[in-house]
């Protein structure tokens, strides 16, 4: 039996069946891919991507391809596309909705367009991924379904019981060919997913991966079997490992057999990371217009696996603006990766995003300390591995994800209001804070909640070289207690009282108005950023 059969093409029934217009429309959606023809033309099979070359004449056949206008104008892309339907390509992508729409008609070629600012070499990868590893609920579980697949079949032509192992030593998958002989470490590396720890192994690795081909390892303890084993590679790169149970009875050109299956093993691994990438960019890509509110909220909830009517909160992440890292953008994309990791780890699955250097991530349950602790886990362990300080803020928890933009204007603001020795905080529990810090732009934007008193103490002090507002801040935090505010400003309670005086005097401000003090106090601490001194000021 040999290998040839076991191309990825052939392997799983759905692997490599071609995709059709429609399929990488689903995979990529809109705003990413829009189509411009009826949708009779979505049901043509894809089968590559092409980018045009104005110096390069097109190919006389390429039957499937899509082809990206490149340096195209879409409106004078007419040609371009009676030529493309000439060579049998299946659609036409250009940059703009205003494409030639009765050309494509006339020629039943499907033509589809991305946004204007869209990169074409950033939407030549996402159609090629999406074409390559189509992403499943799953993320990447077609491609791991055929490692499966893989592993029965080199265990059938091998003659001995396979596993399928990543460069950490974690079982992918593994062969169930009736009557091949196993083994205890077999057994316990399969039920747990991951092969035991031990110096052994370690060793065992060590040489399987210096080596050039397949090895023959030894039996590592009474009541094992010995292995035969071989890198999977790709350019270089280690990418896992396949291992079968060597009990004498192997086939003669076994070592040859396995070989061929660790080059097929590298194709589906690299689909299957290709999916993973696919997949995680998709979903960050949907969850920001979930978050900025530009898509609908229940079928991109459905997208992203939400359970309906689950609660949610939105955590913002951010690296401490008061720190400098050495590369801002590259410490920001670890956050996302760090954050991703650890939502994966607690909640079984991650929905996390970076947008403007803030990662943001979904957590799911009622309101409680466990977020809060766990958002803390993840500045503390962010912290010490970038090496530079993190702050999180947790947003409202909100029942329906059309209400999320508000969470996630929450987690922004908590961010804005964070104090120097604060890490992580829940809008909650800096309420007073948030709604002072939006009453400062509410009253800066206009006018008329601009003027008042304030102005006339600032410009006082700032002539006749008195501490008036600050007094008065100090003595309005204080609740209108002389005594307090006086040990705020570290003065005598007479000092307090002459300085008040003066402002009636001299400025005509009534402060025995209590309308009149709670304007010029809400003024004084938004608009002129004062507060007053002391522990609890």
């Known amino acids: 039996m040999t290998i040839g059969p076991?191309?990825?093409?052939?392997?799983?029934?759905?692997?490599?069946?071609?995709?059709?217009?429609?399929?990488?429309?689903?995979?990529?959606?809109?705003?990413?891919?829009?189509?411009?023809?009826?949708?009779?033309?979505?049901?043509?099979?894809?089968?590559?991507?092409?980018?045009?070359?104005?110096?390069?004449?097109?190919?006389?056949?390429?039957?499937?391809?899509?082809?990206?206008?490149?340096?195209?104008?879409?409106?004078?892309?007419?040609?371009?596309?009676?030529?493309?339907?000439?060579?049998?390509?299946?659609?036409?992508?250009?940059?703009?909705?205003?494409?030639?729409?009765?050309?494509?008609?006339?020629?039943?070629?499907?033509?589809?367009?991305?946004?204007?600012?869209?990169?074409?070499?950033?939407?030549?990868?996402?159609?090629?991924?999406?074409?390559?590893?189509?992403?499943?609920?799953?993320?990447?579980?077609?491609?791991?379904?055929?490692?499966?697949?893989?592993?029965?079949?080199?265990?059938?032509?091998?003659?001995g019981a396979t596993v399928i192992e990543d460069p950490r030593q974690r079982v992918l998958a593994y062969s169930t060919v009736p009557g091949q002989p196993v083994d205890e470490a077999r057994r316990q590396g399969i039920l747990g997913r991951q092969v035991p720890d031990s110096p052994e192994n370690t060793a065992q690795y060590r040489e399987l991966f210096a080596a050039g081909g397949p090895v023959r390892l030894a039996a590592l303890g009474e009541g094992e079997l010995p292995r035969l084993a071989v890198a999977v590679r790709a350019g270089g790169e280690t990418l896992g490992s396949l291992w079968v149970v060597d009990d004498g009875t192997l086939a003669p050109d076994a070592g040859a057999q396995l070989a061929q299956g660790a080059s097929t093993a590298a194709l589906l691994l690299l689909r299957a990371r290709a999916a993973a990438e696919l997949s995680r960019h998709l979903t960050g890509d949907l969850l920001r217009r979930l978050l900025d509110g530009t898509t609908e909220p229940a079928t991109a909830a459905q997208r992203l696996g939400l359970a309906p009517g689950a609660p949610l909160r939105v955590a913002a992440f951010a690296l401490d603006p008061g720190a400098s890292a050495p590369d801002g953008e590259q410490a920001a994309l670890r956050l996302l990766d760090l954050v991703r990791l650890q939502c994966e780890a607690r909640y079984g699955r991650q929905a996390c995003v970076l947008v403007d250097g803030v990662v943001y991530a979904l957590l799911p349950g009622p309101a409680g300390e466990r977020q809060r602790r766990f958002a803390e886990d993840i500045v503390r362990r962010a912290g010490q591995a970038l090496r530079v300080p993190v702050r999180a803020g947790?947003?409202?928890?909100?029942?329906?994800?059309?209400?999320?933009?508000?969470?996630?204007?929450?987690?922004?603001?908590?961010?804005?209001?964070?104090?120097?020795?604060?890490?992580?905080?829940?809008?909650?529990?800096?309420?007073?804070?948030?709604?002072?810090?939006?009453?400062?732009?509410?009253?800066?934007?206009?006018?008329?909640?601009?003027?008042?008193?304030?102005?006339?103490?600032?410009?006082?002090?700032?002539?006749?070289?008195?501490?008036?507002?600050?007094?008065?801040?100090?003595?309005?935090?204080?609740?209108?207690?002389?005594?307090?505010?006086?040990?705020?400003?570290?003065?005598?309670?007479?000092?307090?009282?002459?300085?008040?005086?003066?402002?009636?005097?001299?400025?005509?401000?009534?402060?025995?108005?209590?309308?009149?003090?709670?304007?010029?106090?809400?003024?004084?601490?938004?608009?002129?950023?004062?507060?007053?001194?002391?522990?609890?000021?």
Not at 17 to 46: K, M
Not at 86 to 105: L, S
Not at 472 to 498: E, F, I, Q, S
């Open 6 to 159: 076991w191309h990825p093409a052939t392997i799983g029934h759905r692997t490599m069946h071609a995709r059709t217009l429609g399929d990488v429309l689903a995979v990529l959606g809109e705003p990413t891919l829009r189509p411009l023809t009826p949708a009779a033309a979505l049901t043509a099979p894809v089968t590559e991507v092409l980018l045009y070359d104005a110096h390069a004449p097109l190919p006389s056949r390429a039957p499937g391809a899509l082809l990206l206008a490149v340096g195209v104008r879409a409106e004078e892309a007419g040609p371009l596309v009676r030529e493309a339907a000439a060579a049998g390509m299946a659609g036409v992508v250009v940059r703009g909705a205003a494409g030639p729409v009765a050309e494509a008609e006339g020629c039943g070629t499907a033509l589809l367009a991305v946004d204007e600012d869209a990169a074409w070499h950033h939407v030549h990868l996402l159609l090629a991924q999406s074409l390559g590893a189509r992403p499943s609920p799953a993320g990447d579980g077609a491609a791991l379904g055929d490692l499966f697949s893989l592993a029965g079949a080199v265990a059938a032509a091998v003659g």
């Open 394 to 537: 947790l947003g409202e928890v909100v029942p329906d994800p059309a209400e999320l933009p508000g969470s996630r204007e929450d987690a922004d603001l908590v961010l804005r209001v964070l104090r120097p020795d604060e890490t992580v905080a829940a809008v909650h529990e800096v309420r007073a804070r948030v709604v002072l810090f939006r009453l400062a732009g509410v009253l800066g934007e206009r006018r008329e909640l601009a003027a008042g008193a304030w102005r006339k103490v600032l410009a006082y002090d700032t002539d006749h070289g008195t501490d008036y507002a600050r007094t008065l801040v100090c003595w309005l935090d204080a609740g209108c207690d002389m005594a307090r505010a006086a040990k705020r400003l570290a003065v005598h309670p007479n000092t307090c009282r002459y300085r008040l005086r003066q402002v009636r005097s001299q400025l005509g401000i009534d402060l025995d108005d209590p309308d009149e003090r709670l304007v010029l106090w809400l003024q004084l601490r938004t608009l002129a950023g004062l507060r007053g001194t002391g522990a609890d000021g």
